[in-house]
């Protein structure tokens, strides 16, 4: 066990522990865009960082005078640290990656909330992206596509101020079951995704893919690629191929016959 101080409370948490959840399990919220549970730790936002201080340490560079600022969701505990998540050094960082993140997405309404929720009203640099840009870069979307799912169809494309995330070549991906979970992890709603007509069109990935038709019902309801759950999901075989509705519908149904039955 690790024993901690956070914002002066002292606290014991299991060595490992990452500091971000450390410190949310003392009901201190830190602003997050690139952490998601069940994503391995990234810090590219930078917007969770905090200053850490060490009471004993051999580098003179972290003799418990000097604070380390770091980005508490890839900082595991350890035990005598102390941590000011509001000290004046880690704010500043805070305040200047929201600035980079208001003039990279000026219309993002998450991003103008998560500025103005830490001071910063307007922003020193200038942009010569898109207006419209809503994507900030977190890599969520890519994570999830690669290391939750395993499909791995979009990536990020060119570096520096060009850097973006597409698929590759920019065209209908292959790779892509359309599952959606790009558009569930972003945090700010750059990707896009709608259904028409039996088909499910990502219009951010230039993707589009055909949808499964419920065999009860007769809607579309799921893209086709994800058959590949069929060995994963727990439904007898019946209920397999139906949409929720006719699925909840179908276990109405026979626990009414059970029920009748017994």
Known sequence: MAVIVIDGQESEFTDGTLLLDAIREQGIELPTLCHWDGL??????????VEVTKGISDSPSLNGERPQIVAACTYPVEDGIEVKTTGSAALAVRQMMLEFMLARCPESEVIQEL??????????????????????????????????IGAAAIGFIDRG??????TPFRIQSEACIGCGACVAVCPTGAVQMEDIDGTRFLTTWN?????????????PFAPEPMAFLKEQVPVSAESWG??????????VNQLDFTREAG
């Not at 910063?120 to 999830?144: A, K, Y």
């Not at 993707?207 to 809607?219: I, K, N, R």
């Open 115 to 148: 500025a103005a929720g830490a001071g910063v009203m307007t922003t020193r640099f200038s942009s010569n992206g898109d207006d419209d840009e809503l994507c900030v870069l977190c890599g969520l979307c890519v994570r999830v596509c690669r290391d939750l």
């Open 207 to 219: 993707t589009s893919v055909p949808l499964h038709t419920c065999p009860e019902c007769g809607d």
């Open 242 to 251: 139906l949409c929720p509705k006719c699925r909840r519908q179908a276990a």
């Open 161 to 166: 101020g060009n850097r973006e995330v597409g």
């Open 40 to 49: 391995p730790p990234y810090g590219a936002c930078r917007l969770c960082l």
